[in-house]
T-cell receptor
Framework: AQKVTQAQTEISVVEKEDVTLDCVYE???????LFWYKQPPSGELVFLIR??????QNEISGRYSWNFQKSTSSFNFTITASQVVDSAVYFC????????????FGTGTRLKVLA | GAGVSQTPSNKVTEKGKYVELRCDPI?????LYWYRQSLGQGPEFLIY????????DSGLPNDRFFAVRPEGSVSTLKIQRTERGDSAVYLC???????????FGPGTRLTVL
């Protein structure tokens, strides 16, 4: 079965703190893709990153970084020096060629950054 | 360039009525997906089009739901005999090719009274 688990329902941090959002996935496919999306209060899902199963390199983009570990089936997302504008719901998603590339989403983590 | 657009942004209807939700994908994107998002949940897949054909409709909950993409661009999701349980935000996404990231529209919030 394919599944994405985001165990953290809600996280609150104070501005400038670092925060890590966890994502654990399940699939038997060897080829798959992982994604993170941000859903701010306005509601529109914003693409953040795409990673394929053959590329375990970590990625950094400004204050955002991602840690992909196949050994633990995890694709965690860290925001460094969080800002109030980072407040949103963050979704992790999985897609596979065997599944017509449709997304399987986690339930999301609501991040609240307090000033 | 323009992103994915969806109309209407909000739709309120009565139980038993028929509704159509429209999605206009990014120009040149061949893959188009529909998802449904209930409050506090992640989006759930409904149907996938590659070009004009529905390549995967395994997510449609029952035969009241139907979608078309006659010219390989705009898609319409159709719901017959709406039920209160159909209330949700319906999201459309498109991608340049299979496996690439999907870009989402703002969604249509459907409320069935």
């Amino acid at each position: 079965a394919q599944k994405v688990t985001q165990a953290q329902t809600e996280i609150s941090v104070v501005e400038k703190e670092d925060v890590t959002l966890d994502c654990v996935y399940e699939t038997r496919d060897t080829t798959y893709y992982l994604f993170w999306y941000k859903q701010p209060p306005s509601g529109e899902l914003v693409f953040l990153i795409r990673r394929n199963s053959f590329d375990e390199q970590n990625e950094i983009s400004g204050r955002y970084s991602w840690n992909f570990q196949k050994s633990t089936s995890s694709f965690n997302f860290t925001i460094t020096a969080s800002q109030v504008v980072d407040s949103a719901v963050y979704f992790c998603a999985l897609s596979m060629p065997s599944g017509t590339y449709k997304y399987i989403f986690g339930t999301g983590t609501r991040l609240k950054v307090l000033a | 360039g323009a992103g994915v657009s969806q109309t209407p942004s909000n739709k309120v209807t009565e139980k038993g009525k028929y509704v159509e939700l429209r999605c206009d994908p990014i120009s040149g994107h061949t893959a188009l997906y529909w998802y449904r998002q209930s409050l506090g949940q992640g989006p759930e897949f409904l149907i996938y089009f590659q070009g004009t054909g529905a390549a995967d409709d395994s997510g449609l909950p029952n035969d009241r739901f139907f979608a078309v993409r006659p010219e390989g661009s705009v898609s319409t999701l159709k719901i017959q005999r709406t039920e209160r349980g159909d209330s949700a935000v319906y999201l459309c996404a498109s991608s340049l090719r299979e496996g690439h990231e999907q870009f989402f529209g703002p969604g249509t919030r459907l409320t069935v009274l």
